[in-house]
Structure formats: structure tokens, C-alpha cells
């Protein structure tokens, strides 16, 4: 009987972290493919993304004053001394790796945000062992960089190269690998009390927008204000699909959030990061599935009639045989998305 409560207890904690590596998967696949849409239409992804922490703030709000009601307790809040010193370096960190990763959209392909982005793994390593939450072992470098090597083997063949995408994925790699490791010490501070990831989503949100507008007012502020598809709108319904695609995102990015904090509060920040190498795997799958691609051609074929696919057994990247097709077809289409919609 000894040897099998710790057996019981160890098979316990290991399926509760294959369902929160579950949860995570699908918000976060679900949220990859939605931003590579969202952008090729919408050309503002740090306004996508300041809307979609202004969602998750206000979700993380009703989620606190709901369990503060059925519980009757007060829920957890930070001095701003504490507050501007244990969550800013956090919220900025979190802006950054969000902003950047999303704003990457606008000139790379999922297969070369995948490829990129694989190398989160190795800075969360690096920042884990300098501060000291890991201890540094052989096995788990060798570990951590197989797997990351052969991930960008996997999909090295099968890109096409943008260098300020590739620096834009890159940056928000090295600051994710900051990302995380700060993360992991927020959440298991027993000090701060917030190990509830409702509670420090709440806290990082209002940070992070500020973190965001600077870079937003910089290089969309003019951009936005002039287009017709926010303030300068001519049909509410087309304004009205816009701000809905957005909030769904926000929904997306408050489910994601959630689960990412669940798991690195129970487990730890590499964990996170080896479970979203195989995560970019299943992307990367997807991505090339043919139900995947052949929706992709009715959607750029407006008289659902899609023109044939070239190269199809030759071309290794299958996400990316509609714009070596019909490059000029495809980018028409996906800008006029949303004004054929107001139309429709």
C-alpha cells in the first residue's frame, strides 16, 4: 500500500499536465492561424493586440469580482511599490514577445514563424539557468537543443526567407525566453499570492497596453487614424465584423493566457517551452494539411471555382502553394476581405 499512494499521486500529476499541455495546444494553435488571417486583411497587429489585452483585463476583472462574490473573499491586490517592481519588468517582457511575434505576421509565412520561433526554447534554457530555476544538466541541453534542432531541420526546407519578419520572430524569441523565466518566479512567489493565473493576468494587462503604445503610436498611430476600416468607417456593419473579428481574438488571448499561466504555476516556464516545440509541430501539420490548402484556394477564388495548384507533388512547403501560384490573386483577395464582406 505504500508504494502505491506515490504511483496513484504520480499518475495524477501527470495527467492533470497533459491536459493543461491540451488546453494550451488549442488556444494556441487556434490564435496562430487567427492572427495569420487577421493580418492579412488587418494591417495593424499591435491595435489587434492592445485590444486583445484590453479583453483579457476586462475578462480577468469579471472573473475576479465573480469569485470574489462566491467566495467572499477579497481577491489579491499588489502596492504599487510591489507592483512596479516584481510585475512591470514581467508586463513588458509579455508586451514585447506578443507584439512582435504578432506584428511578424504581416511578412512571414506559419512555417517560418514556426522555425524561428523554435528558438524560444534555447533563451528560456539560458534565463532558467541564470536565474538560477534550473540547474544546468547535460542531459537537459542535449535534450533542449535536439529538440529544437530538429524542429528547424523540419522546416528549414520548406520557408520562404523575410529578413524583418525573421528579426522581428527572432527579438521576440530572445525577450520570450525573458518572458517566461520572469513569469515562473511571479507565479511561485507565495509572497505575491498570485498563483491564480485569473489574478496575474489582471495585474500584467494594464502594464502591457502601456508597454504596447509607444510602438503602436509610432508606427500605426497615423495609419489607423486614416483608415476606413476604424475611424474613418463609411459602413457600420463593415466596422461592426472588424471590431468583431478582433474581440474574438481577445477571447482567443484570454484563453491562451490562462492556460500558459496554469501550466508554468504547476509546472515550470521550460516545460512550457518543450511542450510548445511539439505544439509547432501540430501547427506546422495543420498548416500543410490538404483540407487546410484547399480552402485556402476557394477562399482566394471568389467564383469558388480555385485555380489548379502547381507543383503540388514537387513543392515541399504545401502552406505555401497558393502564393507561389497566384501570388497576385491571393494578396488582392485577402486585402479586400473584409470590404467584400460589407458588401455582401
Given at each position: 500500500m505504500g508504494r502505491c499512494a506515490p504511483d496513484v499521486a504520480f499518475v495524477w500529476r501527470a495527467v492533470l499536465t497533459l491536459g493543461l499541455v491540451l488546453l494550451y495546444y488549442c488556444f494556441s494553435i487556434g490564435?496562430?492561424?487567427?492572427?495569420?488571417?487577421?493580418?492579412?486583411?488587418?494591417?495593424?497587429?499591435?491595435?489587434?493586440?492592445?485590444?486583445?489585452?484590453?479583453?483579457?483585463?476586462?475578462?480577468?476583472?469579471?472573473?475576479?469580482?465573480?469569485?470574489?462574490?462566491?467566495?467572499?473573499?477579497?481577491?489579491?491586490?499588489l502596492s504599487w511599490p510591489d507592483y512596479l517592481r516584481r510585475v512591470a519588468p514581467t508586463a513588458l517582457a509579455t508586451a514585447l514577445d506578443v507584439g512582435l511575434s504578432n506584428w511578424s505576421f504581416l511578412y512571414i509565412t506559419v512555417s517560418l514563424y514556426t522555425m524561428t520561433k523554435s528558438s524560444a526554447v534555447l533563451f528560456i534554457l539560458i534565463f532558467s539557468l541564470i536565474f538560477k530555476l534550473e540547474e544546468l544538466r547535460a542531459a537537459l541541453v542535449l535534450v533542449v537543443l535536439l529538440i529544437a534542432g530538429g524542429l528547424f531541420?523540419?522546416?528549414?526546407?520548406s520557408t520562404q526567407f523575410n529578413i524583418e519578419g525573421f528579426a522581428l520572430v527572432l527579438g521576440a524569441s530572445f525577450i520570450g525566453g525573458i518572458r517566461w523565466t520572469l513569469t515562473q518566479m511571479l507565479l511561485q512567489k507565495a509572497e505575491l499570492g498570485l498563483q491564480n493565473p485569473i489574478d496575474t493576468m489582471f495585474h500584467l494587462q494594464p502594464l502591457m497596453f502601456l508597454g504596447l503604445f509607444p510602438l503602436f503610436a509610432v508606427f500605426e498611430g497615423l495609419h489607423l487614424s486614416t483608415s476606413e476600416k476604424i475611424f474613418r468607417f463609411q459602413?457600420?456593419?463593415?466596422?461592426?465584423?472588424?471590431?468583431?473579428?478582433?474581440?474574438?481574438?481577445?477571447?482567443?488571448?484570454?484563453?491562451?493566457?490562462?492556460s500558459e499561466f496554469l501550466l508554468v504555476s504547476r509546472t515550470s516556464s521550460l516545460t512550457l517551452s518543450i511542450a510548445g516545440i511539439f505544439k509547432e509541430v501540430c501547427t506546422l501539420l495543420l498548416a500543410a494539411h490538404p483540407l487546410h490548402i484547399a480552402l485556402k484556394a476557394l477562399h482566394a477564388r471568389g467564383d469558388g471555382a480555385p485555380k489548379p495548384l502547381k507543383g503540388l507533388g514537387s513543392n515541399p512547403d504545401l502552406e505555401l502553394l497558393l502564393r507561389s501560384s497566384q501570388p497576385e490573386d491571393e494578396d488582392n483577395e485577402e486585402e479586400e476581405y473584409f470590404v467584400a464582406q460589407g458588401q455582401q
Open positions: 490564435i496562430t492561424f487567427y492572427n495569420k488571417w487577421l493580418t492579412k486583411s488587418f494591417h495593424f497587429p499591435l491595435f489587434m493586440t492592445m485590444l486583445h489585452l484590453a479583453v483579457i483585463f476586462l475578462f480577468s476583472a469579471l472573473s475576479r469580482a465573480l469569485a470574489q462574490c462566491s467566495s467572499h473573499r477579497a481577491r489579491v491586490v531541420m523540419f522546416t528549414y526546407k459602413d457600420t456593419g463593415l466596422l461592426l465584423r472588424v471590431l468583431g473579428s478582433l474581440f474574438l481574438g481577445g477571447i482567443l488571448a484570454f484563453g491562451l493566457g490562462f
